[in-house]
């Protein structure tokens, strides 16, 4: 249908609009610059609980009992009047007859009246309903919160315990094999808990930076040893992101072959170098641990070297989709490799 047809169309009638703004369920008003009402629909006469007609030529505190609404509505209003502005979306809460409460957004422009003064055209949407599920959503959340902030706090307390136990249990041995067993065991304990606080305060668990995460950790992880001042650290760590789960191991593993390089890589009083590499490229994430210190013994082609915390870092490696590979000579160097 062209332009011309529609406006010598009856329904170009004048009578019409007062109808379909009576069918837009939104109140929809007219006020004249002293809040009084020119124009109403059906639903803004819902809305004051009485006939549209009575409404006209009325301001809102004739049957609004909610002083501080009807003040903040009045000042709303004096706003676009006076400052010629449009206010779209504004939240307003206002108390019903019965104190019930009702959250409306409601937006105003500025208009000219018939008579040559201004006047300000609004319409109030209820969202009473959707700020009531909010609420409830916000607290479940902070219900969640308390809940994880507990099973954390739960989880710290029997980690502390079982470090305690460990460090009793030792102290009653004499055997050095068995007492140096209980300490590499606490020490993980340890470490597990570091890499454990660590996540639990990250906001987004499923890209972490390993670069923030793992650097912390090395310098962490140092200083529990005496000599560490004679270790020079070089980190070339790559801000490369992870998710939560991987990132957990991947502390293990470096926990593990960092500080298996600050136990057995130099003599007692030797200074030396340990480098930790984190570096990503097509989807690959290489983990590298290099040290420059007197080796691993030596085995059979093929077969990995002896010790618990190689086993462990071979089977993380394989939970999250890597290899562990082992180069001798001029010292060792740790790679592994896992699928981003």
């Given at each position: 249908?062209?332009?011309?047809?529609?406006?010598?169309?009856?329904?170009?009638?004048?009578?019409?609009l007062?109808?379909?703004?009576?069918?837009?369920?939104?109140?929809?008003?007219?006020?004249?610059e002293?809040?009084?009402?020119l124009?109403?629909n059906?639903a803004?006469?819902?809305?004051?609980?009485?006939?549209?007609?009575?409404?006209?030529?009325?301001?809102s505190?004739?049957?609004?009992?909610?002083r501080?609404?009807?003040?903040?509505?009045?000042?709303?209003?004096?706003?676009?009047?006076?400052?010629?502005?449009?206010?779209?979306?504004?939240?307003?809460?206002?108390?019903?007859?019965?104190?019930?409460?009702?959250?409306?957004?409601i937006?105003?422009?500025?208009?000219?009246?018939?008579?040559?003064k201004?006047?300000?055209?609004?319409?109030?949407?209820?969202?009473?309903?959707?700020?009531?599920?909010?609420?409830?959503l916000?607290?479940l959340?902070?219900?969640?919160?308390?809940?994880?902030?507990?099973?954390h706090?739960?989880?710290?307390?029997?980690?502390?315990?079982?470090?305690?136990?460990l460090?009793?249990?030792?102290?009653?041995?004499?055997?050095?094999?068995?007492?140096?067993a209980?300490?590499?065991?606490?020490?993980?304990?340890?470490?597990?808990?570091?890499i454990?606080?660590?996540?639990?305060?990250s906001?987004?668990?499923?890209?972490?930076?390993?670069?923030?995460?793992?650097v912390?950790?090395?310098?962490?992880?140092?200083?529990?040893?005496?000599?560490h001042?004679?270790?020079?650290?070089?980190?070339?760590?790559?801000d490369v992101?992870?998710d939560?789960?991987?990132?957990?191991?991947?502390?293990?593993?470096?926990?593990?072959?960092?500080?298996?390089a600050?136990?057995?890589a130099y003599?007692?009083k030797?200074?030396?170098s340990?480098?930790?590499?984190?570096?990503?490229?097509?989807?690959?994430?290489?983990?590298?641990?290099?040290?420059?210190?007197k080796?691993?013994?030596p085995?059979e082609?093929?077969?990995?070297?002896?010790?618990?915390?190689?086993?462990?870092?071979?089977?993380?490696?394989?939970?999250?989709?890597?290899?562990l590979?082992?180069?001798?000579?001029?010292?060792?160097?740790?790679?592994?490799?896992?699928?981003?």
């Amino acid at each position: 249908m062209s332009k011309n047809s529609i406006c010598h169309s009856p329904l170009c009638s004048e009578d019409l609009l007062p109808l379909i703004i009576d069918l837009i369920p939104h109140p929809v008003f007219v006020k004249d610059e002293n809040g009084y009402f020119l124009l109403a629909n059906r639903a803004a006469g819902g809305l004051a609980g009485m006939a549209v007609e009575k409404m006209i030529n009325h301001r809102s505190d004739a049957w609004l009992t909610d002083r501080e609404a009807w003040a903040q509505i009045q000042e709303q209003d004096r706003k676009v009047i006076q400052e010629d502005i449009g206010l779209y979306s504004v939240e307003t809460e206002v108390r019903d007859n019965q104190g019930i409460l009702h959250i409306y957004e409601i937006s105003r422009v500025p208009i000219q009246l018939s008579d040559g003064k201004k006047g300000v055209l609004g319409v109030a949407v209820e969202v009473s309903r959707s700020r009531k599920i909010e609420w409830e959503l916000e607290k479940l959340v902070e219900e969640k919160e308390l809940v994880l902030k507990e099973v954390h706090h739960r989880i710290k307390n029997n980690m502390n315990n079982m470090v305690m136990l460990l460090t009793i249990q030792a102290e009653t041995l004499t055997d050095p094999v068995a007492v140096a067993a209980l300490h590499d065991a606490r020490s993980r304990i340890q470490t597990m808990m570091v890499i454990y606080d660590r996540l639990y305060r990250s906001s987004d668990f499923l890209n972490l930076s390993v670069k923030d995460y793992l650097v912390s950790l090395i310098e962490e992880v140092k200083k529990t040893f005496p000599h560490h001042e004679r270790i020079n650290v070089h980190l070339k760590v790559e801000d490369v992101k992870m998710d939560s789960r991987k990132l957990f191991q991947v502390g293990i593993i470096l926990n593990e072959l960092f500080t298996n390089a600050m136990k057995y890589a130099y003599e007692e009083k030797q200074r030396g170098s340990i480098v930790v590499e984190v570096n990503e490229f097509k989807n690959i994430i290489e983990l590298v641990v290099q040290d420059f210190g007197k080796g691993l013994p030596p085995c059979e082609k093929d077969t990995p070297p002896e010790g618990f915390g190689l086993e462990l870092v071979r089977m993380l490696a394989i939970q999250i989709g890597g290899a562990l590979t082992i180069e001798r000579g001029n010292g060792v160097r740790f790679e592994v490799k896992i699928k981003k």
